[in-house]
């Protein structure tokens, strides 16, 4: 990347993906807060000089540590440009086998922090004029799959929180990219993984299954850590703020099935959807479109109108 050095603050740094970012950040003369529960795990890290590297403890389930430490690294490097809210671990089993602390926790960490930290990062970037955030999501964000129903559920949060966030900010110069990696070798299977209680009930069904791989270890990565590090500062440096970034060709696969059968499905409802409007079967046709609280223009999606492209 040429043109002026950013910095950056990083979630989740001491190994996996954020490592990898850090690392790429900091090779290519960036600044970076890095921050990890443990900060001695950042001992290791090599900046150009010390200036370009700034480290915190920071346990993202902990609202108050947030706020303390992304006003402290404001304070330290003049300005945060782009947040990469990477941390986040699976819980890897049936649903029903969960326990309260199990699903609490994964959403804590996964769907309430990336929240936290946006609240808490918004001043700044509003106040110095704009940035970016990019938020780590997962082609767990766009389709359930047995077996990790509540990682996905914190996935499914953040591409809906990180959605809406991104209309509401655009106007203040902040834009948001929701990354999507596919299966890529990192701790996230390995060391970081969760798994629930077995429970005999779902002794071979896909849940197990999943659960049995992922205790074996047995779960191929498509993806290269180094590479998914380098498009995402590439996108965040860019010119353009996409909404959202598949990264991986399994991801991409996944995302298109899941979009495809959802659309699918969806159209498969339309006549029982359009059937409960207040003037169904009356003949009558609205004049306008009607626009919803989301904004959009669904007339095309009318029943019997022409489908436009
Ligand atoms: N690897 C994949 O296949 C994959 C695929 C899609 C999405 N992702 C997403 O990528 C992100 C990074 O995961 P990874 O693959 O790099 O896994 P990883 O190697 O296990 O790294 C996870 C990182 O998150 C940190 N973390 C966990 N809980 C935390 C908390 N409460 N507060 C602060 N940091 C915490 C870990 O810190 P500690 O060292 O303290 O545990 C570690 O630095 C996650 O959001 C994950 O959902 C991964």
């Given at each position: 990347m040429t043109g002026p050095a950013r910095t950056w603050l990083v979630t989740g740094s001491s190994a996996g993906l954020g490592r990898a970012l850090v690392t790429e950040l900091l090779a290519r003369g960036e600044t970076v807060a890095a921050t990890a529960r443990?900060?001695?795990?950042?001992?290791?890290l090599r900046p150009p000089s010390a200036q370009a590297l700034w480290t915190a403890r920071l346990d993202v389930t902990d609202p108050e540590q947030i706020r303390q430490v992304v006003d402290d690294a404001a304070r330290a490097l003049g300005r945060i440009d782009v947040v990469i809210s990477n941390a986040g671990y699976a819980l890897v089993g049936a649903a029903e086998e969960a326990s309260g602390e199990q699903v609490d926790r994964q959403l804590r960490t996964n769907l309430t922090g990336p929240i936290h930290l946006a609240q808490a990062v918004l001043p700044h970037l509003r106040a110095q004029g704009g940035g970016r955030i990019i938020q780590i999501s997962s082609m767990a964000g766009q389709r359930g799959s047995p077996g990790t129903a509540v990682y996905c559920a914190t996935k499914w949060g953040v591409e809906g929180f990180f959605e809406s966030l991104a209309a509401e900010v655009k106007s203040f110069g902040i834009g948001v990219t929701i990354v999507e990696p596919g299966t890529v070798s990192?701790?996230?299977?390995?060391?970081?993984k969760e798994l629930t209680a077995?429970?005999?009930?779902?002794?071979?069904?896909p849940a197990a299954i999943l659960r049995r791989r992922a205790q074996d270890g047995r779960l191929p990565c498509r993806g290269d850590l180094a590479r998914m590090a380098a498009a995402v500062v590439d996108v965040a440096t860019g010119p353009t703020v996409p909404l959202r970034l598949a990264l991986g060709s399994d991801a991409y696969a996944a995302i298109r099935r899941g979009l495809t059968a959802r659309l699918a499905d969806l159209e498969e409802q339309r006549e029982i959807a359009f059937s409960?409007?207040?003037?169904?079967?009356?003949?009558s046709t609205p004049s306008t479109p009607h626009r919803g609280p989301e904004g959009n223009d669904d007339a095309h999606h009318r029943p019997g109108a022409r489908q436009s492209r």
């Open positions: 443990d900060p001695r795990t950042l001992a290791d990192t701790g996230f299977f390995g060391r970081s077995e429970s005999p009930a779902y002794a071979g069904t409960t409007d207040l003037n169904a079967g009356d003949g």
